[in-house]
């Protein structure tokens, strides 16, 4: 175990511009942020007495605790069901996905479309928990800070969403790395072709979660 103070450090998100201005970000609904903030804390403390187990399958990725606690804490949380923000503005795009040249090559004209739509629209259209913006504008964050803007799925009258410490840990992982999907899941060296979901399972598996 990582040993870690008795007492732990609560954390809450700072305030967000209400509506998102003309950023077209969506701030989170006061009882969403609740929920973020609850989450957030409960997957804190399950990383300052991490097992040793987690420790391992980490530093194997040259992953450290330290780093992935600042990612983290690092988080910007926003409503994906409501941000009007474009995806390739919000930078949810994989820009350096393996893939993704083939893709805009193959299908230049649904790639731009892809590109302009709002990130609501996967929020909406599908069963995604969260994306998150390490690619702003086009190009891969260059420090924590440009790549901790992350989209949930909202709670709802009886469920919290997208807004779970898998979810979180998951999203900071993408935020510290500035690694898509794909090469995330190369970095922690899944077996080939592996994807979201496996990158979750890895980190229940080992002990993460």
């Not at 496996?198 to 598996?205: G, P, T």
């Amino acid at each position: 175990m990582v040993t870690s103070s008795s007492r732990s450090t609560l954390v809450s998100s700072p305030p967000i511009d209400g509506g998102g201005g003309s950023s077209g970000k969506a701030p989170l609904s006061e009882r969403d942020q609740r929920r973020f903030d609850k989450a957030r804390n409960k997957l804190l403390d399950k990383l300052r007495n991490i097992s040793a187990k987690c420790v391992d399958f980490l530093k194997k990725a040259n992953l450290s605790v330290t780093d992935i606690i600042a990612a983290v804490q690092a988080q910007q949380p926003f409503n994906g069901k409501k941000s009007s923000i474009s995806r390739s503005a919000a930078g949810v795009i994989d820009i350096n996905d393996p893939y993704y040249d083939g893709y805009r090559t193959m299908h230049p004209g649904s790639e731009a479309v892809g590109r302009g739509l709002p990130v609501s629209h996967a929020f909406r259209r599908g069963t995604v928990n969260a994306e998150t913006g390490i690619a702003p504008g086009g190009r891969v964050g260059a420090t924590l800070a440009d790549r901790s803007s992350v989209y949930f799925r909202p709670g709802g009258l009886f469920s919290s969403g997208g807004l779970q410490p898998r979810t979180i840990l998951h999203e900071s992982l993408h935020s510290l790395t500035g690694l898509g999907d794909t090469l995330l899941a190369q970095k922690l060296n899944l077996p080939e072709g592996s994807g979201s979901a496996d990158i979750s399972r890895a980190l229940i598996q080992n002990g993460c979660l």
